[in-house]
């Protein structure tokens, strides 16, 4: 159903009525009358709601706010202001056309106009009056016989009437009022302005003939009634003025005694009816005498009554007081109760709750009176209201555990409600928390439970005894290692176990002692011989132990340390040994010290070098011989500290166990051969005589070929190193049974016979102080004695002594086989590979300027086709436009490193240039940098710095191995 609020009328008779959030649509003066409206719907009292952002403004007098949180307001018992407005009619539901009616109303209007327009035009003027002359309705223009009386307005005819009307008008008022007939008073003359004139005054009953309560009386002036005749004779005989005089105060004195007259009899009737009245007021006094005293009567017995009420009152308020007391008792006390406690009558609907039992069985003030199964508890209670019913019938209280929301656990008790008359009519709910006794009891079940677990678990035995040194208890290890014999020792005297084995004088008097005084004993050490465990050391140790229930015990534990003092003794002798290995600890210490110390001045010295010839070349003019001994010289740095870096990254694999052999047959002639052609030059520089006797008919060994001729390298660089100028230097290489001989005579320094067994050493040098003559780290002969023991080899050093020079020698284990591979060489490129990268189109990434330049240079004297970008993003945009047949990239880059640049490039796929060799030229150059490298998509793996002819070797045989790779399919 739909109802308007703005046009359609109000309900009525209402109790509630609830419109929420939609007068915050209204505007002001619609709000006021909507208000109203309700005002007027409503009964007395009733109740209003509105929405949470709707109010009902102060001062009206109309509502009365309830909870104005929650927007309730009470009717105030006002007058409703409530106005409606005027119909604005009824659409007919007919189907007829609208026009006809229409038509109908308007031909009702213009007859209901024209009769009012001929009542006011032919009726004559008048008045309506009631029963005390008092105008109800005026008629036509009444100005010529009524004016206004001057003071208070009113409406009295008599008041209002000029001179001349009044004795006719209250002549003909009263005989129309007595005959109820219609009643003309002709001929009367009434004064006006100073004028005179005759009317006629028509007096009609209204009511009259339908007996109405109230009558009303239609005062008419007409005009009067003259006769023709008599109007043609009044020129012939017209009367005297007097006479006309006294013949209208004839008909006035006539009609003043009619008047009287109807007066008299009125008043004769009235006078005969208040003596009726009287005489009923007579028998009505006598009976209300009579009642008086019957009431004289009922009040002295009202006074007893009362009497009696007002000592039963002050009983009752004694009473009450009682109650009140005891009431506010109950209320004090469940008030600072701490526990939750819940009244329920019998039917299981709440009466009294304490305030603990709010949160905890989610109770509000309002819920008094609700059934309990209304309410859900924080609490996991399982057919609460049923266990309630329970109680009530059967009066025997039920109490169980329950576990709350939180965890938390509680005792739910529920007992019957038992009245004075010993009646049940409800039960009690009481909810203890019990968390931490329910923890506590577990927490001590647990400690009791491990502490009987540990007592089983500890390897130490264990025994309790009580008075008596009789054995109460005893833990696992005990009964394990004590008394293997498995019999039960409970209730057993400890020194008569085992043939009174424990039966000392040294126990009895430590257990007699911690008895009596309560002193405990620790560490009391006895050799005992114990069956089938042979002499064994034990160590006792006792305390009391306090029992509520029973006499004092002692507990004793019994140690086997037997195998303690064996070890003591070795411990002593192993000490000992750590004294000598902390000295040789700390000289190793010193030693490394020393080594880091040199380290210092052997990586600072080629950078002096480097740095200083850069600046040269800088600011120096120099012709062509001098800026190329800098370069030579820039070179050599280089090219010692990459040697230095790369020795110490060799012993951190040596150390680390992660330096690899690449195993295959090898030639040693050929390894030799080319270790030799790469220090050539450096002694060439020396001036020293370098020979060689070379075997080739030696066969070949299983061995990796650039360790191998790491281990020459290495060994020839010392010797050129420790040789002074024009010196020699041999190198020999052949076959010594199945092995593989190769030695290394030097004529220079030679070796002290004390340092010899130190050789092979790391960071171990002979030569320690500052005034040393040659440079060096000292880890070349330790790196090549591990690689020589990897290959199953051995190496040894001989030196007759200081000045006399010195002999290396290396043996390998040969195979019967021909040489499958050779060594390549160090220093200097493949034949050919410079010629392999005319033409090719090598991409470069590098973000270090110098290094791009330098690589950039380096590559264009092979006729490589070279571009470098700075960035792996650049790099991305030059692989489409340049499609490089190599690329070369470094790994250390920002924003974006070469692993993620590789990765891109390698999810291009072939189509896009993805299959494109590449090699990691990078300063990051460990094991776990090659590694990552090659997962990463990088077919080798380059250390900085790199000499030119490695790098050209590199990229040589990366274009031959994507040459020969088969060219993928359509």
């Excluded at 005990?478 to 084995?501: C, K, M, Q, Y």
């Amino acid at each position: 159903m739909k109802h308007d609020l703005s046009s359609d009328p109000p309900f009525s008779k209402l109790d509630l009525v609830s419109c929420r959030n939609v007068l915050i649509y209204f505007g002001p003066q619609l709000q006021e009358r909507v208000i109203a409206m309700f005002h007027f719907a409503l009964n007395s009292p009733g109740f209003l709601l509105l929405g949470r952002a709707e109010n009902i403004p102060d001062g009206r007098g109309l509502f009365s706010a309830v909870d104005k949180e929650s927007k309730v307001f009470a009717r105030m018992s006002g007058r409703s202001v409530l106005r409606f407005a005027p119909s604005r009619g009824i659409v007919p539901s007919s189907p007829s056309p609208p026009d006809v009616n229409l038509r109908v109303h308007s031909v009702d209007n213009l007859l209901r106009e024209s009769e009012n327009e001929l009542l006011e035009r032919y009726v004559p003027p008048g008045v309506i009056v009631d029963e005390r002359m008092e105008i109800v309705r005026f008629r036509g223009r009444t100005g010529a016989y009524l004016e206004v009386a001057s003071g208070k307005p009113q409406y009295d005819l008599l008041r209002m009437a000029r001179p001349g009307l009044i004795a006719d008008l209250r002549i003909g008022i009263a005989q129309a009022k007595m005959s109820g007939t219609i009643v003309r008073r002709a001929g009367v003359r009434v004064d006006a302005n100073g004028a005179s004139r005759v009317c006629d005054i028509v007096v009609i009953p209204i009511g009259a003939r339908i007996a109405a309560r109230n009558l009303l009386f239609a005062v008419m002036f007409e005009e009067p009634r003259v006769p023709a005749v008599e109007a043609r004779a009044l020129p012939e005989a017209a009367p005297a003025p007097s006479d006309e005089r006294v013949d209208k105060l004839e008909a006035d004195l006539g009609a003043t005694r009619a008047y009287l007259q109807s007066i008299i009899d009125e008043h004769q009737r009235t006078n005969d009816d208040l003596v009726s009245a009287n005489e009923e007021l007579l028998s009505s006094n006598e009976e209300l005498q009579s009642l008086n005293e019957e009431l004289e009567t009922a009040k002295e017995e009202l006074q007893s009554t009362n009497e009696e009420l007002s000592t039963l009152n002050e009983e009752l308020q004694t009473r009450n007081a009682e109650v009140h007391e005891v009431n506010s008792d109950l209320i004090n006390i469940l008030g600072s109760v701490e526990v939750p406690i819940v009244i329920v009558d019998g039917g299981r609907r709440i009466r009294r709750f304490t305030p603990k039992a709010r949160p905890i069985l989610n109770l509000l003030p309002t819920d008094v009176g609700r059934p309990i199964d209304d309410i859900k508890p924080t609490l996991e209670i399982h057919d609460l209201d049923q266990k309630i019913a329970d109680v009530v019938d059967t009066g025997s209280a039920n109490e169980e555990e329950v576990q709350g929301a939180n965890g938390r656990w509680f005792r739910l008790q529920i007992r019957p409600y038992v009245t004075l008359e010993k009646r049940i009519e409800g039960a009690v709910i009481s909810v203890v928390d019990i968390d931490v006794l329910k923890r506590a009891l577990g927490a001590a079940e647990w400690a009791r439970d491990y502490a009987k677990a540990t007592v089983e678990a500890v390897q130490t035995p264990l025994i309790v005894l009580d008075a008596g040194y009789r054995i109460t208890s005893a833990n696992r290890a005990f009964r394990d290692h004590l008394n293997p014999g498995g019999e039960d020792i409970a209730g057993s005297s400890l020194f008569a176990l085992h043939g009174g084995v424990f039966g000392t004088a040294e126990l009895r008097s430590a257990l007699a002692s911690v008895f009596a005084r309560r002193e405990h004993f620790e560490k009391l050490e006895l050799a005992l011989d114990l069956p089938r465990l042979g002499i064994r050391t034990l160590s006792f140790s006792g305390r009391a132990v306090a029992m509520p229930t029973v006499e004092q015990l002692v507990l004793l534990a019994v140690e086997d340390i037997t195998d303690r003092r064996r070890d003591e003794a070795e411990r002593r002798r192993l000490l000992a040994e750590a004294e000598t290995a902390k000295a040789s600890a700390e000289a190793a210490n010193r030693a490394k010290d020393e080594f880091l110390a040199m380290l210092s001045h052997e990586l600072r010295t080629p950078l002096s070098t480097l740095l200083m010839h850069g600046e040269l070349l800088v600011h120096t003019p120099m012709d062509a011989p001098a800026t190329q001994r800098a370069g030579e010289a820039i070179s050599r740095a280089a090219r010692a500290q990459a040697q230095l870096i790369d020795d110490l990254l060799d012993v951190s694999r040596i150390v680390a166990g992660k330096l690899r052999m690449d195993m295959q047959p090898t030639s040693l002639t050929s390894t030799a051969r080319e270790a030799i052609e790469v220090v050539r030059a450096a002694a060439e520089r020396k001036d020293i005589t370098l020979e060689s006797h070379l075997d080739d008919t030696i066969p070949t060994c299983a061995g990796d070929p650039a360790r191998l001729q790491q281990v020459l390298w290495n060994l020839l660089t010392n010797a050129i190193k420790f040789t002074p100028e024009h010196g020699r230097v041999v190198v020999t290489v052949d076959a010594d049974g199945d092995r593989g001989r190769i030695r290394v005579q030097d004529n220079g320094v030679g070796i002290e016979p004390s340092f010899l067994p130190h050789v092979f050493q790391r960071f171990r040098q002979e030569d320690r102080v500052l005034t040393r003559t040659v440079g060096g780290l000292g880890l070349g002969p330790g790196i090549v004695r591990y690689v020589v023991e990897a290959h199953g080899g051995t190496v040894e050093v001989e030196s007759p002594g200081k000045g006399k020079g010195a002999t290396f020698t290396v043996l390998i284990p040969l195979v019967k086989a021909q040489p499958a591979r050779v060594a390549r060489g160090w220093g200097a490129p493949a034949r050919g590979a410079a010629e392999a990268l005319e033409g090719v189109r090598i991409l470069v990434v590098e973000d270090d300027p110098g290094t791009r330049e330098t690589l950039v240079t380096m590559l264009r004297m092979t006729g490589a086709e070279v571009r470098a970008v700075a960035s792996a993003s650049t790099a991305m945009t030059c692989l489409g436009e340049l499609r490089p047949e190599l690329l070369v990239c470094d790994i250390a880059m920002p924003e974006e490193d070469g692993y993620s640049l590789i990765a891109r490039i390698r999810a291009l796929g072939p189509a896009g240039g993805g299959d494109v060799p590449a090699l990691a030229l990078t300063a990051l150059a460990g094991d776990e940098d090659r590694r990552r490298a090659a997962e990463a998509g990088f077919q080798m793996h380059m250390a900085k710095p790199v000499d030119i002819g490695r790098l050209v070797t590199a990229l040589a045989q990366l274009r031959a191995e994507s040459l020969q790779r088969p060219t993928p399919g359509p």
